[in-house]
C-alpha cells in the first residue's frame, strides 16, 4: 500500500483508533495502549512499542502510517534560549516552529500550512503562496518533537507559526482536539492559542464550538482602507465584520480576545491610527499585542522608533484599552517568521 494511501494514524482520535483496531480483527483496549505509545509517550517509529507484539507491529505497519517530522536544524539564542526550528515532512517540505521560554511555562508556536496564500504584505510566510496544509499529526508532531529535544514540559501552545489555521480548518480541529485530549498530552485549552487574519465564517464557527481557547485576530489597521493597504484578505471580509465575529467569540466562549498590532513606521503608528483604534475596539474585552514589525528583505517596511512605540500603547492605556508591546524573543535569532524556512530553500 502506498504511504498516501495508508491511515494517518497519529491523526486518530481514541475512538477512532478503536474502530481501526477492531477493522484489524484486534481488541479495543490495544488501541489505548497505541494511543498512549502516539500521544503520551510520542513514540517516533512503530519500533518503539515494546509492550505491543511484533505480529500486531507488522498489521500496523503494513496498514497505516506513523508521521514523525524530521528535524533538519535549529537555531538557539544565547540571549534567552528561544529556539528556532526546522523540521522536514515527509513528502520533503520543511516547516517552521518555535520554543520559548516565559516565567509562566515553555511555549511552542506551530505552523499550520506549509506557506500561505493570504498575501499580507509584511509576511514572508505567503511570498512563495500555499503549497498544503499540515495534518493534525505534522501539527501535534512539531510539539511533541521539541518536548523530546528539550527534554522540557510544553505547557502553551500558538498556532501562529507559517499559515492561516482557519485555511485548515478541519484539520485544526482535530489537532485541538488531540492536543487537549485527557488520554494523551493533555494541554488545557485555556492555553492554546489561535491566531487568524480574520476569515469570518470560520472564527464563528469557531465560537459555535465554544472551546476554552485564545483568538488572537491579527488586525494590524485601524480602518478598512488602511487594512486593505496590508492584508489582501480585508477584500473579502470588512473590518467591521471581522471585529463583530471577534465580539461573537466572547459572547459565545467567554474568552477576552487578542488584537495583534503590527507596528509599521510611518503606516499604522500615527496619533490618527492610535485614535481610530479606540474607537475601533472600545467596550471589547481584549487585550492589544503590540508588534513592531520585523522587517523581511522583499518589502521596505522599517520598525517605528521606541518611542512611538511606547507612545502608541501608552495612548491604548489612557483609553482603557489593555496592550502590551511583545518583548522579541531570540532576538539574536530571529529572521522574521517564515524566513528560516525560505533561506533554507535558497532563495
Ligand atoms: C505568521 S501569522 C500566522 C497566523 C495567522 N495566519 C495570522 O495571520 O494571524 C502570525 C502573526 O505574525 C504576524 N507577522 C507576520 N509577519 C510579520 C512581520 N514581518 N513582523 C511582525 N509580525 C508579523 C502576523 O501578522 C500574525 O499576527
Ligand atoms: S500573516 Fe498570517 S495570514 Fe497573513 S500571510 Fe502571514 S501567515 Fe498568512
Known amino acids: 500500500m502506498d504511504q498516501k494511501e495508508k491511515t494517518d494514524i497519529r491523526s486518530l482520535n481514541l475512538k477512532e483508533l478503536t474502530v481501526f483496531m477492531e477493522q484489524l480483527g484486534e481488541k479495543a483496549f490495544r488501541a489505548k495502549q497505541i494511543y498512549q505509545w502516539l500521544h503520551v509517550k510520542q513514540a517516533a517509529s512503530f519500533d518503539e512499542m515494546t509492550n505491543i507484539s511484533k505480529a500486531l507491529i507488522e498489521k500496523l505497519k503494513e496498514n497505516s502510517h506513523l508521521v514523525s517530522i524530521k528535524q533538519e536544524a535549529v537555531q538557539i539564542s544565547k540571549?534567552?534560549?528561544?529556539?528556532?526550528?526546522?523540521?522536514?515532512?515527509?513528502?520533503?517540505?520543511?516547516?517552521?516552529?518555535?520554543?520559548?521560554?516565559?516565567?509562566?511555562?515553555?511555549?511552542?508556536?506551530?505552523?499550520?500550512?506549509?506557506?500561505?496564500?493570504?498575501?499580507?504584505?509584511?509576511?514572508?510566510?505567503?511570498?512563495?503562496?500555499?503549497?498544503?496544509?499540515?495534518?493534525?499529526?505534522?501539527m501535534l508532531d512539531q510539539i511533541y518533537q521539541i518536548g523530546r529535544d528539550t527534554g522540557e514540559r510544553v505547557s502553551n501552545v500558538v498556532v501562529m507559526g507559517t499559515?492561516?489555521?482557519?485555511?485548515?480548518?478541519?484539520?485544526?480541529?482535530?489537532?485541538?482536539e488531540l492536543l487537549t485530549d485527557e488520554n494523551g498530552l493533555n494541554i488545557s485549552q485555556r492555553n492554546v492559542t489561535v491566531s487568524t487574519c480574520g476569515i469570518v465564517p470560520r472564527m464563528r464557527e469557531l465560537a459555535d464550538k465554544k472551546l476554552q481557547i485564545t483568538l488572537a485576530l491579527s488586525l494590524h489597521a485601524s480602518t478598512q482602507e488602511k487594512r486593505l493597504e496590508l492584508m489582501p484578505v480585508a477584500n473579502k471580509y470588512e473590518i467591521h465584520e471581522v471585529i463583530d465575529a471577534c465580539k461573537y467569540y466572547f459572547e459565545q466562549t467567554g474568552r477576552r480576545v487578542t488584537f495583534e498590532y503590527s507596528l509599521v513606521g510611518g503606516v499604522n503608528d500615527t496619533d490618527?491610527?492610535?485614535?481610530?483604534?479606540?474607537?475601533?475596539?472600545?467596550?471589547?474585552?481584549?487585550?492589544?499585542?503590540?508588534?513592531?514589525?520585523?522587517?523581511?528583505?522583499?518589502?521596505?517596511?522599517?520598525?517605528?522608533?521606541?518611542?512611538?512605540?511606547?507612545?502608541?500603547?501608552?495612548?491604548?492605556?489612557?483609553?482603557?484599552?489593555?496592550?502590551?508591546?511583545?518583548?522579541?524573543?531570540?532576538?539574536d535569532i530571529d529572521g522574521a517568521c517564515g524566513q528560516l524556512r525560505k533561506r533554507y530553500m535558497g532563495s
Request: one cysteine or more.
Open 272 to 331: 490618527e491610527d492610535v485614535r481610530n483604534l479606540c474607537r475601533l475596539i472600545k467596550g471589547i474585552n481584549c487585550h492589544v499585542n503590540l508588534i513592531p514589525v520585523n522587517p523581511i528583505k522583499e518589502r521596505d517596511y522599517v520598525q517605528p522608533d521606541v518611542r512611538v512605540t511606547t507612545e502608541f500603547k501608552n495612548k491604548l492605556e489612557k483609553n482603557g484599552i489593555n496592550a502590551t508591546i511583545r518583548r522579541e524573543m531570540g532576538r
Open 79 to 138: 540571549i534567552d534560549g528561544t529556539r528556532k526550528y526546522l523540521f522536514l515532512l515527509d513528502d520533503g517540505n520543511v516547516i517552521e516552529s518555535v520554543f520559548m521560554r516565559y516565567k509562566h511555562g515553555n511555549s511552542v508556536c506551530i505552523s499550520s500550512q506549509v506557506g500561505c496564500r493570504m498575501g499580507c504584505r509584511f509576511c514572508a510566510s505567503t511570498l512563495d503562496g500555499l503549497v498544503r496544509g499540515l495534518t493534525p499529526s505534522e
Open 163 to 176: 499559515g492561516e489555521p482557519m485555511d485548515n480548518f478541519d484539520n485544526l480541529l482535530k489537532f485541538i
